[in-house]
DNA sequence: AGTAAACTCCGGAAGC
DNA sequence: TGCTTCCGGAGTTTAC
């Protein structure tokens, strides 16, 4: 499932086959999958100029002249792919835009519609309502506003899944990091000491730049923006292991369920502290 | 107010 | 073959 590695992926192919393209033809099968007014999308696109190709959070964002952002959400499912028009058009595929001057085009495809579209203009940019709030980028905050975001009493689980504390960690990312950083899922936030919490974005970032190395994770949907699969699948320490020896210590993996996800760990490199094990009570 | 859990959207996969 | 159940990103609603 799409989350900020395979974002990133798509994000850089993109930028790399489409920065300095120009948009053509706009085919919008279903209108449900934009938010807002997606009737302006045919009259507006065409003929704009894509200036840049980027990411915020699990977010695809085309940066197009005269100030207009094209935002894709990839949900669960969502695809973007980039290919010779005349090609067969997978089922559920919702938003075509050819690209000018190339025999390709831009597909947006999304079997269970947990995705969307957005289409940000100067005049209805109103500030962060369409795309509700969005939290820190791992890969930049400070050690410090870290520490602070986890200053909260929630399960720290729940709390890096939560899109406006951190931004772009989904099921995956999260059991990885907090398997890399030794830390129990259900630890209360506030309860990690500093050397604690350091560590853990330390395991963010290095979990999520190794996964941006192998183009993300596929394990049933995801493909990136040329159609192809990523690899870090191979590389899971804890996701989806379930009973299946943890590969520092041989302990069998478990299964629980932390804010109401499956959630993978190791009990004995990831032991929950005396202390939080207090705070329950 | 801050947190947590339940419900909603949807289609594919797994199990019976 | 055909039914039921499960799953989940994220928004919304409800309950503590």
Not at 167 to 170: F, H, K, M, N
Not at 236 to 243: C, E, I, K, L, S
């Given at each position: 499932m799409p989350e900020l590695p395979e974002a990133e992926t798509i994000a850089r192919q993109l930028q790399r086959q489409l920065a300095g393209r120009t948009l053509g033809r706009v085919r919008l099968?279903?209108?449900?999958?934009?938010?807002?007014?997606?009737?302006p999308l045919g009259k507006l696109l065409?003929?704009?100029?894509?200036?840049q190709v980027s990411r915020r959070a699990k977010r695809v964002i085309f940066s197009l002249d005269g100030g207009i952002e094209l935002v894709f959400r990839l949900g669960m499912t969502g695809r973007m792919i980039v290919c010779p028009t005349d090609d067969p058009v997978e089922k559920h595929t919702h938003l075509r835009i050819t690209i000018d001057a190339t025999s390709n085009e831009l597909r947006f495809c999304d079997a269970r519609r947990f995705g969307g579209v957005w289409c940000l203009t100067e005049s209805n940019r109103f500030i962060g309502k369409p795309l509700g709030e969005v939290g820190l980028e791992p890969l930049e905050v400070t050690p410090t506003a870290f520490r602070v975001a986890l200053s909260r009493r929630r399960q720290i689980k729940a709390l890096l899944m939560d899109q406006t504390v951190i931004?772009?960690?989904?099921n995956i990312y999260c059991d990885e990091s907090l398997h890399a950083a030794g830390?129990?899922?259900?630890?209360?936030?506030?309860?990690?000491?500093s050397d604690r919490a350091n560590r853990l974005l330390r395991a963010i970032r290095m979990t999520l730049r190794k996964a941006i190395r192998f183009n993300g994770s596929t394990l049933m949907d995801y493909r990136d923006a040329d159609g192809r699969e990523g690899s870090f699948q191979k590389l899971?320490?804890?996701?989806?292991?379930?009973?299946e020896p943890c590969c520092t210590c041989r302990t069998s993996i478990r299964r629980i369920l932390a804010a109401g996800r499956s959630t993978f760990f190791c009990p004995t490199c990831q032991r929950k502290s005396r202390n939080t094990e207090k705070s329950k009570l």
């Open positions: 099968t279903r209108t449900d999958i934009v938010h807002g007014d997606p009737r065409p003929g704009r100029r894509v200036t931004a772009g960690l989904g830390i129990h899922p259900l630890t209360q936030a506030d309860t990690l000491s899971h320490r804890v996701y989806q292991r379930r009973g």
